[in-house]
C-alpha cells in the first residue's frame, strides 16, 4: 500500500465527515478540495441509466477546470429522476458556497444503493463537517478514501514520485470498488491528483489511456455501474508537462497508479479470496484479444473453480469456446501459471491434476491464453467467486 | 409432474445400467431404442469447444433417420481430441451391434466433468447390461430420465396426449441440465419421443421452432455448455402428421412439453431456490426484447437480490442500462409481480418496500420491463443465484 494519499501532490486537501447515510455509522461524506482552480478531465460510467451526479459531473468537467470534489457513499442518487439532478446540483453549490467557489466548479460523486433519493439535510450538515476539518495530511488523504467506500473491505491507495527535469511531480490516486464492477468505461469511483500541469485536452487524453487498459480490464460481476467515475484534478503548482519526454514520464506514472488501484479492486473484490489474471496472445486483432479474455474472466464458472482451487480446467475451453472469436480450436494453448494443460485439441498428456490444483489454490492465479491465430494480446483482471459474493448481495440493503 | 415419459410413446424402449463412471455409484448410463428406424432430428450447442458426442452426434443425424440414443452421465468426452471423436463413435457401434443397427443409427451424447477421456471398458458393460434390461415401462423411461442427471436434484419429465383426427398421439420427454446453462441454442441434454409419424425436414423444424422460446430462454449461469443436445424420435406407429390442423396441434404439444422441461431447468437450477421470468414488452425488435431480458435475467446482482428475498430493485435498471437496446430511460416502466417500481425515470412515488420484498420472496418472481419503444417482447427463465452454486461448482470436480 502506498504512503501517498490524493492529498500528498501539493495544492489539495481532504476532509471527512459522518452525516448518518451508512446506517453503519462510517464516515459517508468527502470532499477534496484544491487550493486553486485546476485542470480537471474525468470518464465516466456508459451505463444508460447513469446516476444524477454522472449527469452534472458530466456538465462541470466538460470545460476542464475544477475546484473540488465532493462524494457521499450510502446512497447512490441513482434512478431517482429530476429531483436527484436537484440533490446532486444543491450537493455541489453547497460545497462552492463553504470553499468560495463557483458550483460549476464542483464534481458530484454519490454511490451506494440505487433508486432512493439523497437525505439532503444530512448531506449538507455532512459537507458543512467535512469543510470544518479539509487538510493536507497524509491521515486526510486517507480518510477520504475510506469515506468514499461501500462493501469494500480495504482502502485502495496508490501513489508515484518521479521527476520532470529537475522537479518531482507527485501522482496519487484512491479508490473504491468491489462490486458491480465491469470492464466497460470507468468501472468504480476513483479520483486522483497531481501537481503537474496539464492543459484540459492532454490530461483528458492522458487519463483515458491510463484507464483503458487499468480500470477497464477488471471485472468482478460484470454489471457496470450506474455511478463509475474516474475525476482527476491536476495542480500545476510543482511543473508544467511539456514535450515527448516529460509526456512519457508523466503518463508512466499515471498509468503504474491505475494499474495498482484496478489490481487492488480485483483483489479486494466482493467475496474475493484471490487474483485471477487472464492473458490471452495469439489472437487475430485487439478486439477478439479482449473478447476472448473477457470470456473467461466473467465465467461463474471458472470463477467458482478458481475459489474452490479445483483444476477443473476445461471450464476455460468451455468459455472460450462461447465466444465468436477467431480461432482454430486445434491451435489453442491453455497454460495455468506456465503449466501447460491444453493443445491440440485434448489435454496435455503428462497432466497432473494435483500440480494443476495446487496452482489453482494460488493468491494470484494466471491463466495465459495462446489462440494461435495472430499477434495480438490483452488481459483481464478478475477474483473467485464466493459464497461471501452471495452473502454479501443477497443482503445488501436491508 | 408428468406420469409421461420417454417410453410413452409407442415403439421405445430404455434400460439403464451403473458402470462406474459416477464415483457416486448413481446411474451413468441410459440408452433409447427405437423399435424400428425413425425419423430424427436434434439441435446442438453453438459452443465452439464442443464435445466428441456432437461432433459424431451431427454426423448421424444428418439424415433424418436413428434407432437409438446412447447416454452416459459423469464424463462429457469434450476437450478430448481424437480419442474423444474415436470412443464417440465406439459407443454407438456398441449399442448397434447389441441392438442389431448400423452405428450411424445411434447418437451419442456424454456429460459430465469436460476434459477427461471416457473409460471405455466400463461404459461397454455399461451399455451391454442397459441392453439386457431394455423395457417399455414408465419406471425404464424414468431410470432413463435418472441416468442421465449430473448436479441436477431432480428428474426432469413431460409429456403431452392428445388427438390428431381419431387417434390418440404421445409427445413425451426428459432433460438434465441446472449449470452451464445459457440460451443459445440447445442449453442442456433432452431427448423427446413421439409415435407420430413426420418427414425428417418437418420434424427438424417443428422441433427448432418449440427449442427456440423455451430451451433457447433459460439460463442459469449464462454458461454454454459444450455438449448441449436436443434429440427427438418420430416412431410414426400412431399416425401420420400432415395438414396445417395437425401439424398445428402436434407443434403446440410439442412447445408445451418443450415449455414444461425448460421450467423444470430452470426451478432445478444449481442451488436454485426460487424461479425468476424476466419479461420484456415494448420493444423496438425482437431482438432488443430478448436482449433486454437476458441482460436483467443473468446479471448476478438481480439474481443475489432475488436470492436474498431484497427489495433493491434498482439493479434492475442498472443491468437494463448496461444493454445497446433502444429506450427512452423516461419511457421505462419496471413490474415486480403486476407492482410498478419504477417509471418516469424515478421510483414509483407510493412504493412500499414491504411489498416489494414480499414479491421478491415469492417461488416464482415475474420481472416485466416495458421499454415503450415498440410492440416486440420477449422472456428469459433463470433462478436466482445462491451460495449454493457456488458450493456445487467450487466442489464440483473433486
Redesign the interface.
Known amino acids: 500500500m502506498s504512503n501517498l494519499t490524493i492529498t500528498s501532490a501539493q495544492g489539495f486537501r481532504a476532509g471527512t465527515a459522518t452525516c448518518g447515510i451508512k446506517q453503519s455509522g462510517k464516515t459517508d461524506v468527502g470532499i477534496l478540495v484544491a487550493d486553486s482552480p485546476c485542470t480537471a478531465a474525468a470518464v465516466f460510467t456508459s451505463?444508460?441509466?447513469?446516476g444524477a451526479p454522472i449527469v452534472v459531473g458530466r456538465e462541470h468537467v466538460r470545460r476542464g477546470r475544477l475546484r473540488a470534489i465532493v462524494v457521499n457513499s450510502g446512497c447512490?442518487n441513482?434512478?431517482?429522476?429530476?429531483?436527484?439532478v436537484a440533490d446532486a446540483r444543491a450537493m455541489c453549490a453547497h460545497l462552492a458556497a463553504a470553499i468560495g467557489a463557483r458550483p460549476t466548479e464542483v464534481l458530484p460523486s454519490s454511490t451506494g444503493?440505487?433508486?432512493?433519493f439523497l437525505p439532503m439535510a444530512k448531506v449538507r450538515v455532512g459537507i458543512d463537517a467535512a469543510a470544518a476539518v479539509l487538510s493536507a495530511s497524509v491521515r486526510a488523504g486517507r480518510a477520504f478514501a475510506e469515506a468514499i467506500m461501500t462493501t469494500d473491505t480495504r482502502v485502495k491507495l496508490a501513489g508515484e514520485r518521479f521527476r520532470i527535469g529537475r522537479t518531482t511531480v507527485t501522482v496519487a490516486g484512491c479508490c473504491k470498488g468491489s462490486?458491480?464492477i465491469?470492464p466497460?468505461m470507468a468501472t468504480m469511483l476513483g479520483y486522483l491528483t497531481t501537481d503537474a500541469g496539464l492543459a484540459p485536452a492532454q490530461l483528458r487524453r492522458l487519463l483515458k489511456a491510463a484507464v483503458e487498459p487499468t480500470f477497464n480490464r477488471v471485472t468482478v460481476?460484470?454489471?457496470?455501474?450506474?455511478s463509475d467515475t474516474v475525476a482527476m484534478l491536476a495542480s500545476g503548482l510543482a511543473c508544467a508537462v511539456t514535450g515527448g519526454t516529460a509526456e512519457a514520464r508523466f503518463a508512466a506514472g499515471l498509468r503504474a497508479v491505475c494499474e495498482s488501484l484496478a489490481y487492488q479492486i480485483a483483489a479486494d473484490g466482493e467475496g474475493a479470496t484471490r487474483v485471477l489474471e487472464v492473458a490471452v496472445r495469439g489472437a487475430r486483432n485487439p478486439r477478439d484479444a479482449h473478447a476472448a479474455a473477457r470470456a473467461i474472466a466473467v465465467?461463474?464458472?471458472v470463477k467458482?473453480?478458481v475459489?474452490?482451487g479445483?483444476?477443473?480446467?476445461?471450464?476455460i475451453?468451455?468459455?472460450?469456446?462461447?465466444?465468436r472469436v477467431t480461432y482454430r480450436?486445434e491451435d489453442v494453448v491453455v497454460r495455468l501459471g506456465g503449466t501447460i494443460?491444453?493443445r491440440?485439441?485434448?489435454?496435455a498428456p503428462d497432466l497432473d491434476r494435483r500440480a494443476v490444483?495446487k496452482l489453482m489454490k494460488a493468491k494470484h492465479v494466471a491463466i495465459e491464453v495462446d489462440l494461435g491465430a495472430g499477434r495480438a494480446a490483452d488481459r483481464v483482471l478478475t477474483c473467485d467467486?464466493?459464497?461471501e459474493?452471495?452473502?454479501i448481495?443477497?443482503?445488501?440493503?436491508?
Open positions: 451505463n444508460r441509466f447513469c447512490s441513482v434512478a431517482t429522476g429530476e429531483r436527484g444503493v440505487i433508486g432512493e462490486g458491480m465491469a466497460n460481476d460484470e454489471c457496470e455501474s450506474t465465467s461463474p464458472l467458482t473453480a475459489h474452490g479445483d483444476p477443473n480446467w476445461g471450464r475451453v468451455q468459455a472460450l469456446g462461447q465466444t480450436p494443460l491444453f491440440k485439441g485434448a489435454p490444483a467467486l464466493s459464497r459474493y452471495v452473502t448481495n443477497a443482503d445488501y440493503h436491508t
